[in-house]
């Protein structure tokens, strides 16, 4: 399984529903890469919807997230959640033509840059939401 490689520390956040979500985001995308690299077209085109439709649905758990707990860059984070799944509909593009070759350094691409989302952007309003918990909680 691809997800042993692809998953380490740096991408734990300490917040259970998001390293959850994360850790099958990250398991997905790893799988899409490597039917790509197999090319696999069925499984390919398969995993990218799904690639597709989780990371939409988890992206708008954060923006939820994000505007419950007042996080100031949410604006910022929206954005490059929008870049994600711009690349995530090009690399869905490609397959629906089997185009392999180069939709497969754009998949090994998405999963660096997903990777790097979680680990500076999550982490980032991950703390904050926390941070903020924490404080309405001194508050009562
Ligand atoms: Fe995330
Ligand atoms: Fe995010």
Same mark, same amino acid.
């Given at each position: 399984m691809q997800e042993a490689h692809v998953w380490n520390d740096r991408l734990d956040l300490g917040h259970e529903v998001l390293d959850g979500e994360h850790h099958l985001q990250i398991a997905m995308m790893g799988a899409l890469a490597e039917a790509i690299e197999q090319r696999r077209p069925w499984m390919a085109r398969r995993l990218a919807d799904q690639v597709a439709a989780y990371s939409a649905a988890h992206f708008e758990g954060e923006r939820l997230v994000m505007a419950t707990s007042e996080y100031p860059r949410a604006?910022?984070?929206g954005a490059e959640h929008q870049a994600i799944l711009k690349h995530v509909d090009e690399l869905?593009? #490609? #397959? &629906?033509?089997? =185009?392999? +070759?180069?939709a497969h350094p754009l998949a090994l691409d998405l999963l660096t840059g997903i990777g790097a989302h979680i680990s500076?952007? +999550? &982490? =980032?309003? =991950?703390q904050h939401a926390s941070e903020r918990r924490k404080? &309405? =909680?001194r508050q009562q």
């Open positions: 604006a910022e984070h869905r593009e #490609l #397959l &629906r033509t089997e =185009a392999f +070759d180069e500076s952007s +999550d &982490r =980032a309003f =991950a404080h &309405r =909680a």
